[in-house]
T-cell receptor, first 111, second 114 residues
């Protein structure tokens, strides 16, 4: 089955700096890679996703890149703000839609 | 749309008791997922359904856990008997279609087994 590894487990950044979270996956058949943000006590919510036929996708201050050959994908948050503080999860899924989540990255943005 | 609805939001029970968690997916979504979240194990997929049929239950930890989806608008996750190690937040999520799409999570049920 799919195995997703996520790094780092915690990330502290100064407000205004960039944050980068990296994930690797094992199943070459995986074709959908979402990123979820989970605030304390809340549900995970999708912030951006990318499919295997695309190398990069951007939405305002967040972007995701995918390298299918190397089987890794990354989340980039620019101009971080305190409200970006949360746990971020990467995931990979097969054609059935079964998601395998990474362990999560606790991001802390300090003013 | 109210989104995915879960009940109860919080459940405190004693070891050995039966626990039933409930989920109503978003109308029109035909795939439903049950997850368990703990600090130690993160987000784990327990089981998922497509068109009310269980597709993969390999994540169900043991026979004490069972899940049903009697119709397109309702699913239950039952634990019998419950144990302290079952304490976690249980999320239900739904998605339209069968393929890989955004999963919409419910608010979760925080289960505490004493």
């Amino acid at each position: 089955g799919e195995n997703v590894e996520q790094h780092p487990s915690t990330l502290s950044v100064q407000e205004g700096d960039s944050a980068v979270i990296k994930c690797t996956y094992s199943d070459s058949a995986s074709n959908y890679f979402p990123w979820y943000k989970q605030e304390l006590g809340k549900r995970p919510q999708l912030i951006i996703d990318i499919r295997s036929n695309v190398g990069e996708k951007k939405d305002q201050r967040i972007a995701v890149t995918l390298n299918k050959t190397a089987k890794h994908f990354s989340l980039h948050i620019t101009e971080t703000q305190p409200e970006d503080s949360a746990v971020y999860f990467c995931a990979a899924t097969d054609s059935w839609g079964k998601l395998q989540f990474g362990a999560g990255t606790q991001v802390v943005v300090t003013p | 749309d109210a989104g995915v609805i879960q009940s109860p939001r919080h459940e405190v029970t004693e070891m050995g008791q039966e626990v039933t968690l409930r989920c109503k997916p978003i109308s029109g979504h035909n795939s439903l997922f049950w997850y368990r979240q703990t600090m130690m194990r993160g987000l784990e997929l327990l089981i998922y359904f497509n068109n009310n049929v269980p597709i993969d239950d390999s994540g169900m930890p043991e026979d004490r856990f069972s899940a049903k989806m009697p119709n397109a608008s309702f699913s239950t996750l039952k634990i019998q008997p419950s144990e302290p190690r079952d304490s976690a937040v249980y999320f239900c999520a739904s998605t339209p279609g069968q393929g890989a799409n955004e999963q919409f999570f419910g608010p979760g049920t925080r289960l505490t087994v004493l």
